[in-house]
């Protein structure tokens, strides 16, 4: 990554004008420490709060929107078509079907330097349809996808706080280009690697991410968690009668169920961070044609890339193994990729401070009968919603790595200095991918939640374009600390391409139902307001067992 000095330069001498020498001092060679916060830069930053909290009704709206369109991977087109026309409402330039991926695009707004990048992830989970405000499962449509994971929010976040911040870029001429991008499939890691292979990263001086939480918090370096390769396998054989001429078949799915077998075998004797899981996405007809066709969908998840790369060979020769036991032929396909995230020093410390600054919503007693009614629920501790702010999170040496989930934001961190705000949108102690985890994200907790984190995002924004001395400094880190040993490989090949078809049909099969339930927000003030639903709506506590009272 080449760095551009005099782009630099050129963002120092506007501090200068702006904050005076106390500002600008920062070191053009090496790092200096951080100049403090002017009286100036906390003054815009009241601004954009107070301008957020105008905002509230329009980032309200936006989240409501999103949350009822319940887009899965590569489908979020409804979702796109609506972002898009509101950032070019405010005056963003638009580039679709960006990657080759028809939902994905980037909104780009200023000029010159520094550029920063904006990001936060806007698919759905499937299965996970959801009444939101109802502490049960109470799904809008049986079997559809919905937001339970809560990705509906981080878009009006970002866009929320861009428009606060551009509104004083462009009044007091402060150089800077705000750019924002869309986690299209993120829950199939499918889009941000192929971001990165188009260049959207290449000229972008900070990268500022940002996904729901239950608290707000952020940390730097490495964390726990995993890389992960997707991988299709599909088996071809032959079909025959299974019943009169079964010899003549040659059962693909024998293959898959093979395939299956020969991993839960070799699992004994996988590293302690990997974790594996598949799904059969296609195992036959019915019963009696024997399947020529069988394929299944395999996450294969690690903490490095060399690992990823060693346990994708193990899957390909399992694979090689069971095609080879029932005479079918597979192949295979790659359907998302994923670095193990490092994030920033620098650009974790920055966001964190503004945390502080923000604070965390205030709950109502209704946020919290939600709350403590879902873990109620799932029979979890009643603990309702956080009060405190977590700790900042420093790096996790690797081997005190055991695993979890994956995000491809790993992708971008590992090409320019990043790092994830979480923000407080959803209820502590949820399972993840569940339709629990709708619940709250279209209620005010999502709301409040949102509004609080958009202030974050606009605060930091703010000191990444009129402190330049945290922008030299974060690639001090990147370059010095981070990628010093190690550098980004992308875990897909010159020949994949993003696997934009994969539940096309699903939300073809869906979406007349789906669309009965749209927000209409020029009839009603919230979603829950058209649902009719009351919040919160949570089941009665049980009442308490009476005493045996003694003999
Ligand atoms: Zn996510």
Redo the contacts with the bound molecule.
């Keep these: 990554m080449i760095r551009s000095r005099t782009t630099r330069a050129a963002a120092t001498a506007l501090a200068l004008a702006l904050f005076g020498p106390a500002l600008a001092a920062g070191g053009q060679q090496t790092p200096t420490p951080a100049a403090p916060v002017t009286p100036k830069l906390e003054a815009y930053k009241r601004e954009t709060d107070a301008a957020v909290d105008r905002l509230k009704d329009f980032t309200q709206q936006m989240v409501d929107q999103v949350f009822s369109f319940a887009e899965p991977g590569f489908q979020e087109l409804e979702s796109a078509k609506y972002l898009t026309r509101i950032l070019e409402t405010h005056g963003f330039t638009i580039e679709r079907n960006y990657a080759g991926i028809p939902t994905a695009w980037v909104a780009t707004w200023g000029s010159g330097k520094p550029v920063i990048a904006i990001g936060s992830?806007l698919d759905c989970v499937p299965a996970s349809s959801q009444k939101p405000g109802v502490a049960y499962h109470e799904p809008l449509v049986e079997g559809a996808p919905g937001h339970g994971?809560g990705?509906n929010s981080g878009l009006p976040l970002s866009i929320t706080a861009a428009i606060a911040v551009k509104e004083i870029m462009a009044r007091d001429k402060i150089s800077g280009t705000l750019k924002i991008w869309p986690g299209i499939a993120?829950e199939m890691v499918g889009a941000k690697a192929f971001y990165v292979r188009a260049g959207l990263f290449k000229d972008v001086d900070i990268s500022l991410y940002s996904?729901v939480g239950q608290n707000f918090g952020t940390g730097w370096g490495s964390g726990t968690g995993t890389g992960l390769q997707g991988v299709r396998y599909t088996f071809t054989g032959e079909s025959a009668h299974s019943a009169s001429q079964p010899w003549r078949g040659r059962s693909a799915l024998d293959a898959v169920e093979l395939m299956d077998i020969g991993w839960n075998f070799q699992r004994e004797h996988l590293r302690l961070q990997q974790r594996s899981h598949y799904v059969i996405t296609d195992g036959g007809a019915q019963p009696n044609v024997v399947p020529s066709t069988a394929t299944v969908w395999y996450y294969l998840r690690e903490t490095d890339y060399e690992h990823i790369k060693e346990l994708r060979g193990i899957a390909d020769r399992i694979a090689g193994g069971a095609a080879q036991m029932t005479g079918t032929t597979v192949t295979t396909r790659l359907t998302g990729s994923a670095w193990l995230a490092h994030m920033n020093k620098t650009v974790a410390e920055t966001i964190y401070a503004n945390i502080e600054a923000v604070g965390l919503p205030t709950w109502d007693e209704a946020d919290q009968t939600l709350a403590k009614g879902l873990q109620r629920e799932l029979k979890q501790p009643e603990i309702g919603l956080p009060t405190t702010i977590q700790p900042l999170r420093g790096d996790i040496p690797p081997d005190q790595n055991y695993g979890g989930g994956s995000?491809d934001i790993g992708d971008i961190s590992w090409n320019v200095p990043t790092a994830t705000l979480n923000y407080p949108a959803n209820i502590p102690n949820l399972p993840g991918h569940h339709w629990a985890n709708a619940v709250a994200m279209a209620t005010p907790i999502a709301h409040k939640g949102t509004t609080a984190g958009a202030k974050v995002q606009a605060r930091t924004i703010l000191d990444f374009l009129l402190r330049p001395e945290l922008i030299e400094q974060a690639w001090t880190y990147f370059r010095d600390v981070q990628t010093k040993d190690r550098k980004y490989q992308p875990l897909i090949g010159p020949d994949d391409r993003p696997a934009i078809d994969i539940n096309a049909e699903l939300l073809t099969r869906l979406r007349p139902a789906m669309r009965t339930f749209y927000y209409d927000p020029t009839k009603y003030k919230t979603y829950l307001d058209q649902l009719g639903v009351k919040y919160p709506t949570v089941r009665p506590a049980p009442p308490i067992p009476p005493s045996n009272g003694g003999q």
Excluded: G, I
């Design positions: 992830d994971e990705h993120e996904h995000d």
